[in-house]
């Protein structure tokens, strides 16, 4: 007996329905916290769009008390696991660096740490807005497959031997090209919003996140990054939040 075409397992569809990320999703069928059709669904089972999908309101429970943190990572911490002895940026979130500006009504407790992990890259010669969250909701719509979430940066650059007022020196198709043209990793870029603010700072706001992208796409025509600072993800602003300090995401806030 074949199996329906758009079938597909209980823990992707419980991440498309937007209910929890597939690692969450997972934990939650291992409890027996999800249901399918009224039987309390087994690891590893498939679903159609037409199955009933119910979930457990410890769940839900355990979802609310889930955080999301805003961080200014300062240079020289990388955004996830550490390496090349550096330090990753999710030990600059404890008590100490809390912005004393925040105005959410939570608290920093240890278990928040449990899970924390980074919702996009920064690299390391990078500064700016970083999102920590234990919410997997949060990280599909940020670093989804299927993410169009903006991200928004301000970068210094220098054209060759000019140190000043790049901007008349830089021939105005090349600033086309890093708008829409240039290809990374034998792939084309999607349409880019890039413009100048300044003879020597560069605004580009990008949906998509490869690995040093803004850097390359720069090199490619012929530019050289100085500095690289991230402002904006989605609706969610950088604004005065201090380098090296945190805040938590207001409850009324949405990327």
């Not at 996830?80 to 407790?109: C, M």
């Not at 700016?128 to 299927?146: M, N, S, Y």
């Not at 000043?164 to 086309?176: D, G, I, K, T, V």
């Not at 829409?180 to 349409?191: I, K």
């Amino acid at each position: 007996m074949t199996e329906p075409y758009d079938t597909s397992r209980l823990n992707k569809r419980m991440a498309e329905l937007g209910l929890c990320s597939r690692r969450e999703a997972d934990q939650w069928i291992a409890e027996g916290w999800v249901r399918v059709n009224g039987k309390v669904a087994p690891m590893g089972v498939k679903v159609t769009p037409a199955d009933r999908i119910e979930v457990d309101p410890k769940a839900r429970e355990q979802q609310q008390h889930q955080v999301t943190v805003l961080l200014n990572k300062p240079m020289g911490f990388v955004s996830g696991q550490a390496e090349d002895g550096h330090e990753p940026a999710v030990v600059l979130f404890q008590p100490r660096t809390h912005w004393r500006e925040d105005a959410s009504r939570l608290r920093f407790s240890p278990t928040q740490l449990r899970g924390l992990a980074p919702a996009g890259r920064l690299d390391i010669d990078s500064i700016g807005l970083l999102v920590l969250t234990q919410d997997g909701r949060v990280a599909r719509q940020l670093i989804g497959e299927d993410s169009m979430i903006e991200k928004e940066y301000l970068v210094r650059v220098a054209y060759g031997p000019v140190a000043q007022n790049s901007q008349a020196a830089f021939p105005r198709e090349r600033l086309a090209l890093l708008r829409h043209g240039l290809e990374l990793d034998g792939q084309a870029l999607q349409p880019a919003q890039v413009e100048w603010q300044n003879p020597e700072q560069l605004r580009f706001v990008l949906t998509e996140g490869k690995k040093r992208q803004i850097r390359r796409m720069c090199e490619l025509v012929g530019l050289k990054v100085v500095g690289l600072k991230r402002i904006r993800i989605g609706r969610v602003v950088l604004g005065n939040l201090p380098v090296g300090q945190w805040r938590y995401l207001g409850a009324n806030e949405r990327f």
